[in-house]
């Protein structure tokens, strides 16, 4: 009972963790997904605009305000200036009319005014706390330019501005005076719209994470139905097409991938066709010996001339199996990675010779001529085997499909870039019904007379294969009753993939 009873816990124990790895796993997902990445951006591009306005808004507001209070003091500025000119109050400070309206300006606009002579020495102070002192102000030295100058301290929320004291008629610089004025009303105002530039941040924070996860819901949701009509597809449900033509990205992954499923079909098709060929190719020559075996043991006396018979086509049979599996050997090497190719650079001059030196024999016993013709000498990087598997099949299927006492013709030229070679024949031809087909595996034109040619319906898938490991080409042109030609393009450096 308490072996059970752990084993429960230790399973419950494994659940658990393997819930937390799936969260895990999930969050990390997601924190990776297009999904989230447009929800980030979405969300950006709605709060750092409103951000941006609000921080316009409220820096402009300041600004304006600022200039506004500037300008207003200011003006009141130069009417205090010219009446203090008017009574000659820097020399005499017991105008009544001039201490009125300097203690009623101080008092309306909550500040304090100081008024210096030309040497700096304070005259007034509205405070009473600096008569006789010397003026300490960088504003009001730069006033000696005769210029007004102001400055607001947004900490302390205080405008100061020093006015020159001048007479219109008389240029010369008479005395400064220095006017601080409060600034707590535009402070006050300025940290009220503040409050509700943040609440309306914040809205729009709201309302922008809102929009934004709506929005990429709908964006995705059509990658979404994509990858569930791939995972129907990966399940072995080849037969339906997928179709969202929401966006133009999404139709052209769907079309991309609807070619691709196409030609996995077509693939699966000649993997299944292949197979089975290789099935029937191999078993045929097996029945033909059975027969012929089962035929010898169940004769008594058999004549020697019919057993001697009987062995040469059994022998026969053997020979064509043995070509068969040879043929399907090199083109499972064929079908390798291009890695596997061993590249030299070689006389191709020299590779064709040889070639039409080994099969002339063959050739010789049906008097069929084989010539070469070379327009130029080519040295070009290629697998020697692989190479002359190639050109041998071309060749040896022009002698076996031709007609007694013609000629197979085989010419060599070269540009800067490729090196060319064509195989024509004087045979029978290709009709032209057949013409795409010759390159796959199994495929005979002439399926009558395939036994007696010795054919194995593999040649030219093997020449095709070899010829694409070189980055070449192959072309074929074709009459029936007219011969064939067959034209290889392959570049003279070798490029690996």
């Known amino acids: 009972m308490t072996v059970l009873r752990t084993d429960r816990k230790h399973a419950s124990n494994c659940m658990t963790e393997e819930n937390g790895v799936e969260k895990v796993k999930k969050r990390k997902n997601f924190f990776r997904s297009l999904r989230f990445r447009i929800l980030i951006i979405l969300i950006i591009l709605g709060i750092v605009p409103g951000v941006i306005v609000t921080y316009t808004m409220l820096h ?20 205090l200036c010219n009446l203090i000119i008017r009574e000659n109050y820097l020399n005499d400070t017991d105008s009544e009319v001039v201490n009125s309206k300097l203690e009623l300006f101080s008092n309306v606009y909550n500040g304090r005014i100081l008024l210096a002579d030309r040497d700096f020495k304070i005259v007034s102070d509205t405070f009473h706390t600096e008569e006789g002192k010397t003026l300490l102000s960088s504003l009001a030295v730069a006033c000696l330019k005769g210029e007004e100058t102001s400055n607001y301290d947004a ?37 009220e719209m503040e409050q509700r ?17 709506l929005l990429s819901t709908i964006l995705v949701k059509p990658l979404a139905r994509v990858t569930k009509a791939i995972e129907d597809l990966t399940d072995g449900m080849l037969d339906e097409e997928i179709s969202v033509p929401d966006y133009t990205e999404t139709e052209l992954i769907t079309d991309a991938f609807n070619k691709m499923v196409n030609r996995m079909k077509i693939l699966d098709e000649s993997r299944q ?32 001339e019919l057993y001697q018979e009987f062995m040469s086509d059994i022998t026969a049979e053997i020979d064509r199996e043995n070509k068969i599996i040879t043929d399907l050997l090199s083109l ?16 191709i001059n020299q590779l064709l010779e040889d070639i039409l030196k080994r099969l002339r024999p063959i050739a010789d016993k049906r008097n069929i001529d084989l010539i070469l013709d070379c327009f130029r000498p080519v040295d070009a990087d290629v697998d020697e085997v692989k190479f002359t598997l ?13 007609v007694d006492d013609g000629w197979v013709r085989v010419s060599l030229d070269a540009d800067h870039k490729y090196f060319y070679i064509t195989v024509a024949d004087s045979g029978m031809g290709i009709p032209e019904d057949s013409i795409e087909r010759i390159f796959e595996r199994f495929y005979r034109v002439d399926k009558s007379h395939s036994k007696e040619i010795g054919g194995t319906g ?18 074929v042109f074709s009459k029936e009753g007219e011969g064939t030609t067959f034209s290889v393009r392959i570049p003279l450096s070798y490029i690996p993939s």
């Open 60 to 79: 402009n507001y300041q600004n304006r305000a600022v200039a506004m209070l500037t300008e207003t003091v200011g003006d009141q500025c130069d009417i």
């Open 155 to 191: 900490r302390s929320k205080v405008l100061e501005l020093a006015v020159p004291v001048q007479s219109p008629d008389v240029q010369q610089l008479q005395g400064v005076m220095l006017v601080s004025v409060s600034a707590v009303d535009i402070a006050e105002t300025l940290a």
């Open 197 to 213: 530039g943040v609440m309306l941040i914040g809205s729009i924070v709201v309302l922008s994470v809102f929009l934004a996860w």
């Open 273 to 304: 066709e292949f197979v089975s060929n290789v099935s029937h190719e191999l078993k045929t020559p097996l029945t033909s010996m059975k027969v012929l075996a089962d035929s010898l043991v169940g004769q008594q006396g058999v004549p020697e």
């Open 332 to 347: 499972v090497k064929m079908d390798k990675k291009a890695a596997d190719v061993n590249i030299t650079h070689m006389d």
């Open 390 to 402: 190639a050109i041998s099949n071309l060749v040896e299927n022009g002698i076996k499909y031709n």
């Open 458 to 475: 593999l040649g030219l898938a093997i020449t095709k294969s070899s010829i694409a490991m070189h980055h070449g080409t192959i072309k």
